[in-house]
């Protein structure tokens, strides 16, 4: 354990040495010489050897030997050299980092969205690749609990999602619309149907994303305002998983219309004319207010609302096959 006089002196070291002191230092040792590191950093010999001088009081150990009239390190110095070079590379590689940040055209983007969003993000990111491909760009597709908590831990630029949490210090911009749909295997008895109750929907088997899925959240709050409750059959944790099991014949189910190509275009599966659908959520794009944004993360910003904001769908209908027809 450390002794009093020495946690005192810890703290006076801390407190003590410069990075003017350690510059000083590593020229005296590069030069061997004073008076060349003098004419190096633009200074006076009498001014190096004080800042070497307060230099070696402050650690309390001479860092310099003469011998045969030539400049040495002693064993404190050599140490103090190796510190000298580890201080200075991290110092360059924060202002190389610093350069790339204020760089529109380099750097890193980390954003996290709801799995959803997968069959949106990556066919947006296409072009905005080919404007700037020397940005990295990290994705991650999570469910809106798992979301909420890399919020809380600030582990993302910024983040998309349906329901942003309401707090005051989240600033929040519009991305783009999702509908949900209420969809079923092609052959299935409703699908002639040119309306379809919502008590009807309850008598089905239904199966569901997972707990903490922003499509499960969005139907039960529907059936909530109705005073109805869900029937759920089987419970998946993915929107492919869950539209094999429509497939499989296993049940009906509610997605997002953009998660059902190709299985619309090729009439595996049918959107059914339900009472209270299309549920039309909007994804949001939320972050920190206080958080800095740098000029990527900017760009990237502007760059998806631009494409998306305003697409939303205002002619949703139903063909006469009770299939989805877009906008």
């Given at each position: 354990m450390d002794s009093y006089l020495d946690l005192i002196h810890r703290d006076s070291l801390l407190n003590s040495l410069s990075l003017e002191h350690l510059r000083i230092f590593e020229a005296t040792v590069r030069h061997r010489s004073f008076t060349r590191a003098a004419a190096e950093l633009f200074t006076t010999q009498p001014s190096v050897s004080r800042h070497i001088k307060q230099l070696t009081e402050t650690i309390g150990l001479p860092l310099f030997e003469y011998v045969d009239n030539r400049i040495h390190l002693t064993k404190t110095g050599e140490?103090?050299?190796?510190?000298?070079?580890?201080?200075?590379?991290?110092?360059?590689?924060?202002?190389?980092?610093?350069?790339?940040?204020?760089?529109?055209?380099?750097?890193?983007?980390?954003?996290?969205?709801?799995?959803?969003?997968?069959?949106?993000?990556?066919?947006?990111?296409?072009?905005?690749?080919?404007?700037?491909?020397?940005?990295?760009?990290?994705?991650?597709?999570?469910?809106?609990?798992?979301?909420?908590?890399?919020?809380?831990?600030?582990?993302?630029?910024?983040?998309?999602?349906?329901?942003?949490?309401?707090?005051e210090d989240m600033e929040v911009k519009p991305f783009l619309d999702n509908f949900l749909v209420v969809v079923a295997p092609s052959n299935h008895p409703l699908i002639n149907k040119s309306h379809i109750s919502l008590e009807s929907l309850a008598a089905e088997q239904l199966i569901m994303r997972e707990q903490g899925s922003e499509t499960r959240m969005a139907v039960e709050m529907l059936f909530a305002e109705h005073g109805m409750k869900m029937q759920i059959k089987l419970e998946v944790n993915s929107n492919n998983a869950t539209k094999q099991a429509v497939l499989g014949g296993l049940g009906i189910t509610v997605l997002s219309i953009h998660s059902l190509n190709p299985e619309l275009q090729q009439n595996q599966l049918s959107v059914l004319n339900v009472e209270g659908f299309p549920i039309i959520q909007q994804w949001k794009i939320i972050y920190h207010k206080n958080k800095w944004l740098s000029p990527i993360v900017n760009t990237f910003l502007e760059y998806l609302q631009k494409e998306c904001v305003g697409n939303r769908c205002e002619n949703f209908s139903l063909s006469p096959n009770n299939s989805f027809k877009s906008c």
């Open positions: 140490e103090l050299l190796v510190i000298y070079q580890e201080i200075f590379q991290h110092l360059e590689n924060f202002e190389n980092k610093v350069i790339d940040l204020k760089d529109i055209k380099h750097g890193q983007l980390k954003v996290s969205a709801v799995k959803t969003t997968k069959y949106v993000i990556p066919k947006l990111l296409l072009p905005f690749c080919e404007l700037y491909p020397d940005i990295k760009i990290s994705l991650e597709f999570t469910n809106h609990e798992a979301l909420l908590t890399r919020i809380q831990k600030n582990l993302d630029d910024f983040y998309i999602l349906g329901y942003p949490p309401t707090k």
